[in-house]
C-alpha cells in the first residue's frame, strides 16, 4: 500500500512540475521567444536590389544603399564583394532579415537598414556610384 501511494505521489510531482513548462511552450507561437529579435524572417524569396555597395561599419561588412534610400548590410560567400567597392551594381539574392518597421534594438530608429540580404549574382552597372 505504501509503495502505491509513494508511486502515485511520485507521478503527481512530476505532472505538476512539467505540465506547466509544456503549457508555457506549446502556447508560445512558434520562432518566437524572449531572446528572439523582432526582426523578421524572410521566406527566402529571391529578389534584386540595384544600388552602390559601400564599405560597412567593420573592415570585412558591406552594404547597399539603394535608390530609394535605404541601405541593406551585405554577406555573401559566392561574391568579392570588396571588389565592387563604390560600384553601382545590381545583386540577387536572398533576404536573410527584413527589419520592416521593427529594427533590433543595436540600430538606431530614423536608421535607413532594411535588413540583411544574402548575394548569389552580382552584376556591375558602373564603377561609380551616382550618389
Not at 505540465?19 to 523582432?38: E, F, I, Y
Not at 521566406?43 to 558591406?62: E, F
Amino acid at each position: 500500500m505504501i509503495r502505491t501511494l509513494t508511486a502515485g505521489a511520485l507521478l503527481l510531482a512530476i505532472l505538476a512540475v512539467g505540465s506547466p513548462r509544456l503549457a508555457a511552450q506549446s502556447s508560445q507561437p512558434s520562432g518566437t521567444g524572449s531572446d528572439a529579435s523582432q526582426a523578421t524572417k524572410s521566406s527566402g524569396n529571391p529578389k534584386t536590389l540595384t544600388g552602390c555597395i559601400q564599405r560597412g561599419d567593420a573592415v570585412t561588412s558591406y552594404k547597399l544603399a539603394t535608390e530609394d534610400g535605404g541601405v541593406w548590410d551585405l554577406e555573401s560567400k559566392a561574391i568579392k564583394l570588396s571588389s565592387h567597392v563604390d560600384h553601382t551594381v545590381k545583386i540577387s539574392g536572398k533576404v536573410v532579415e527584413d527589419f520592416g518597421t521593427k529594427k533590433p534594438e543595436k540600430i538606431i530608429a530614423n536608421d535607413k537598414r532594411r535588413g540583411i540580404f544574402s548575394v548569389s549574382k552580382l552584376t556591375m552597372i558602373s564603377t561609380k556610384c551616382d550618389q
